[in-house]
């Protein structure tokens, strides 16, 4: 496989560009051939960046979510995603902020409080899932601003159960420490688990067997960790702090790594600028520096909605390519374009010739 990097949501409208200005990004169109990339629109976004063909795996995000946090429950389950909200009068919104360590801690303390013969919970850092040992059809109310906490509750099949372990949560996370300190504080309280994307586990094809090499999947999104998981490769959220030539040489290049950095969508162009600079720093003057091994690797930057992008591709022959390495060749119509799916399931340069 090639080494894949994967800059998820860098990319602005023509004409607003933020990633032009990074020194290190403009380089690329010196060092390989960039064309435009396009998404296949319904299609899983983190099954694209494993190499699977269109549509040929579906998982819900409460599957990922299970499978990312390393949990392999009864085959006969249904997972869940459990978002962390904010309950008061009667309102059900998302929580204020992120959830800080000693929160975590706390909240994490009481998870078995919540655990029945049928529902288990999982955790991993500051994310929660959910695990219902059983199997039926649900009407689930995604998270949402200011959602009616009485309009929204689970409907169908277990619907007992889930609204029971809503309202046990709200019970219990309402009275933590750090809740009586957020409301003497007049801060919204972090103080109901609402699940929400339920799916079943279905077997995905074992990517180490179809393309015969194994890969490391290197990321922060645990949609991607799930994924990867399912996919048969190993997956490790800590990134390294700088792809020195000895990491690079031998974790990234020779295993054809992925790589993949999200930035929200809700991002400033200042933050984004920050980010996309400390990366430009940190990753690429690492890859800069290793190119003398003339191995290939590309790198994908995608625009916010994850609908468009752009890739460059360096292989081992020099070329040097005609478009720019920014949003101006995401209008170039003699620009080439490729599917996500088709540019990381390539195994080499030829096979995307």
Not at 1 to 21: H, K, Q
Not at 45 to 58: D, I, K, R, T
Request: hydrophobic share 40%; aromatic share 8%.
């Amino acid at each position: 496989m090639i080494t894949t990097f994967v800059f998820d949501g860098a990319l602005r409208e023509p004409g607003n560009s933020v990633i032009e200005s990074i020194p290190q990004f403009r380089s690329l169109a010196e060092i390989g051939e960039v064309s435009t990339v396009h998404t296949e629109t319904g299609d899983l976004f983190e099954s694209a960046l494993l190499g699977y063909h269109p549509f040929e795996v579906q998982a819900s995000p409460g599957v990922l979510a299970v499978a990312g946090m390393g949990f392999d429950p009864p085959e006969k389950s249904t997972h869940y995603c459990l978002s962390l909200m904010s309950f008061s009068e009667g309102l059900i919104a998302p929580a204020s902020h992120l959830l800080q360590p000693n929160e975590a801690t706390e909240i994490k303390s009481i998870l078995t409080q919540l655990n029945t013969k049928l529902l288990t919970i999982v955790s991993h850092n500051n994310q929660f899932a959910l695990v219902w040992e059983k199997l039926g059809q649900q009407l689930l109310t995604p998270p949402a601003e200011s959602m009616s906490y009485q309009t929204s509750l689970p409907q169908g099949d277990g619907e007992i159960e889930l609204r029971r372990l809503i309202d046990d949560s709200i019970n219990i996370l309402t009275d933590l420490d750090f809740n009586k300190r957020r409301q003497d504080e007049g801060k919204p309280l972090l103080n109901c688990l609402w699940p929400w994307g339920a799916g079943v586990r279905i077997p995905c094809p074992n990517l180490n067997f179809r393309f015969g090499t194994p890969r490391k999947v290197f990321t922060y999104s645990l949609r991607l960790q799930g994924m990867a998981r399912l996919a048969g490769y190993s997956q490790k959220v800590a990134f390294p702090t700088t792809l020195s030539n000895l990491f690079f040489e031998k974790e990234v290049l020779s295993l054809g790594a992925l790589f993949l950095q999200s930035y929200r969508p809700s991002l400033t162009e200042e933050e984004l600028e920050e980010s996309l600079a400390k990366a430009g720093e940190d990753w690429l003057n690492g890859i800069f520096d290793a190119l003398r091994n003339k191995k290939p690797f590309q790198l994908i930057a995608l625009d916010r909605q994850r609908k468009s992008g752009i890739v460059m591709r360096h292989i081992a022959t020099e070329i040097q390519s005609r478009f720019p390495f920014d949003e101006r060749t995401l209008t170039e119509s003699k620009a080439r374009s490729l599917s996500l799916n088709q540019i990381c399931r390539a195994s080499s340069p030829q096979d995307l010739e």
